[in-house]
Structure formats: C-alpha cells, structure tokens
C-alpha cells in the first residue's frame, strides 16, 4: 500500500512484526532512503536483525542509508530536567536542545525519512506520540507504517492515530485541542520512560 503524501512526509515503523526482508520491502515501497533509529539502545535480543551494525549492512543492499538519533529522538532519556513525576515529559524533552536539533535536521534534509522503533502500534511508542505530534507541529505529514506479524502492512496517518488516542482516553471524542492534549499527556504517563521501573 503505497502512502499518498500530503507535503513532505515523515514515516514511522516498528519492526516487532515483521522479518527484516519484509521490513525492508515495507520502506522500498514508500520510497524511504533513510531510516532513522530513535532507540536508546540500538539493539534487540528478540531480533538480532535488527542490530545496528546488522540492520544498517542490510539496509546500504537495498540504498537505504541509516543513522541512530537515540540523542535527538531517544526515549530513554537521562536529564532530570525532563522528567515529570519519574516519567519523561514528552512536552518539556520536545523543547530541549537536541530534540529540536532533531526537527531541524530533517527540515534540512532531502531524503524521505522514517523513524524506527521497536512496538508494532505507534500508539504504544514514543515515534507516535512524542515524535509523530511534534513532526505534525513543525508541519509534516506524518504516516505510520504498521507491519503486524500476520505479514499485513498498511499505513495510518497520524490523524488517525489522535482519533483512536481520543477514543482512548474521553468518553464523547472531539478533536477539540485540550481534549486531545489530555489524551497526549495521559498516553505519555502510560508509556513514558521511567527509570525506577524495571
């Protein structure tokens, strides 16, 4: 399923799902030629294909550059000034320094770009609700390419993703800004980074 972009587009994918030829076929499909990895630890001891070193080797086969921007995009982040009650605060780390740094670089760069984590649903992973709403806020159209391990690709659009958010998280759903907000903040307290859970 070929994603019809709406200006310039930022993908996301988890590859939980899928084995690395079919994740590679995924991105060929939606002409991605850089993959972006927004773990903290690039590496998976449930798939090793999806080690940096490994991943990167196989992608360069196909001309799919990647780069690790755990600094920029990471989850597991380590600067108390971004932490609200234990958790990482997704709105106070959107306004630190190397996030932004982050935004900045693929404002500036020409490639077709997707960001790369673990959890098969955006909704469950930073790339959608911290990455995804900041990407919409700096004016991408942002799509989610959800690849489940029945072999099923297809692609969401984030707004999609904020409808289902809000039917999450309020009883009569609206995409009314502080409803959507609530449901952002609670999502983030859901999954954000703790660093006293094991």
């Not at 991408?140 to 659009?157: M, W, Y």
Request: charged residues 30%; positive net charge; contains cysteine.
């Amino acid at each position: 399923m070929i994603y019809c972009a709406v200006g310039k587009t930022v993908f996301t994918i988890g590859y939980a799902g899928i084995k690395l030829p079919q994740f590679i076929d995924a991105l060929k499909e939606q002409g991605i030629t850089l993959l972006v990895d927004v773990r903290s630890v690039p590496k998976s001891q449930y798939f090793p294909d999806f080690n940096d070193a490994r991943l990167k080797e196989q992608l360069s086969k196909h001309g799919i550059k990647y780069k690790n921007w755990k600094e920029e995009f990471g989850a597991r982040q380590t600067n108390r000034d971004w932490f609200t009650c234990d958790v990482l605060d997704f709105g106070k780390f959107a306004k630190s320094e190397p996030f932004k740094k982050g935004i900045e670089g693929i404002k500036q760069g020409d490639e077709v770009i997707c960001l790369m984590c673990a959890e098969i649903d955006p909704i469950g992973c930073h790339r959608g609700i911290l990455c995804g709403k900041e990407l919409r806020t700096a004016g991408f159209d942002v799509a989610h390419i959800i690849a489940k391990r029945n072999g099923e690709v297809t692609v969401e659009n984030h707004s999609d993703l904020e409808n289902r958010l809000l039917t999450m998280y309020c009883k009569q759903p609206s995409l009314l800004s502080d409803e959507l907000q609530f449901a952002y903040r609670k999502q983030n307290q859901k999954i954000g980074y703790n660093p006293n859970k094991k």
